[in-house]
């Protein structure tokens, strides 16, 4: 059974503390790892990440994939409030398009 | 481009009554799915499409069923609400990328439904 989990589950910073979430994966036929930002209502894409090593970049955020040790790692620097929001992490698998499973999400609160 | 429509966004039901939840999409997606969405569980995978007029059962299809009569639209239907079911349950749709399999969702905007 295909498995993602997501640490912390929970996190309370500061602004303009950085922080890092963690995903890591059990995944067969692993294809890409996504994250997502969720905030009151539906998730928004944030990355796709397929490649080892590949350091993706949007702003003060980042995320890289590791396809040896399983992991995924999402770093925000210069945190601000309106960063606050439930992270996703996600795996695709190849072949049936059922097969993209979330992690449960990590919970980051920016205090002013 | 209104993208993902759910409707309603919200409802509450009695245990034992039915309904049905409408998902639309305007982006001529072949993939469409169901989630539900409950406290630290993340998202979970309820039923999707693949194609007009074909369904499959995802990772929690029991007590849900679903249609997809007409390409941009995928309904979500509960016979029989029981209090389990309550939860936040998401639509989305995605493109394939036939050169790399990648996808990206697209979702709405949820809908909450409570079960007394």
């Known amino acids: 059974e295909d498995k993602v989990v997501q640490s912390p589950l929970s996190l309370v910073v500061h602004e303009g503390d950085t922080v890092t979430l963690n995903c890591s994966y059990e995944v067969t036929n692993f294809r890409s790892l996504l994250w997502y930002k969720q905030e009151k209502k539906a998730p928004t894409f944030l990355f796709m990440l397929?490649?080892?090593?590949i350091e993706k970049k949007s702003g003060r955020l980042s995320s890289i994939l590791d396809k040896k040790e399983l992991f995924s790692i999402l770093n925000i620097t210069a945190t601000q409030t309106g960063d606050s929001a439930v992270y996703l992490c996600a795996c695709i698998s190849s072949g049936s398009a059922r097969q993209l499973t979330f992690g449960s999400g990590t919970q980051l609160t920016v205090l002013p | 481009n209104a993208g993902v429509t759910q409707t309603p966004k919200f409802r509450v039901l009695k245990t034992g009554q039915s309904m049905t939840l409408l998902c639309a999409q305007d982006m001529n997606h072949e993939y469409m799915y169901w989630y539900r969405q409950d406290p630290g569980m993340g998202l979970r995978l309820i039923h999707y499409s693949v194609g007009e007029g074909t369904t499959a059962k995802g990772e929690v299809p029991d007590g849900y069923n679903v249609s997809r009569l007409k390409k941009q639209n995928f309904l979500l239907g509960l016979e029989s609400a029981a209090p389990s079911q309550t939860s936040v349950y998401f639509c989305a749709s995605s493109y394939y990328l036939l050169d790399t399999q990648l996808r990206k969702l697209f979702f709405g905007s949820g809908t909450q439904l409570s079960v007394l």
């Open positions: 397929t490649s080892s090593g």
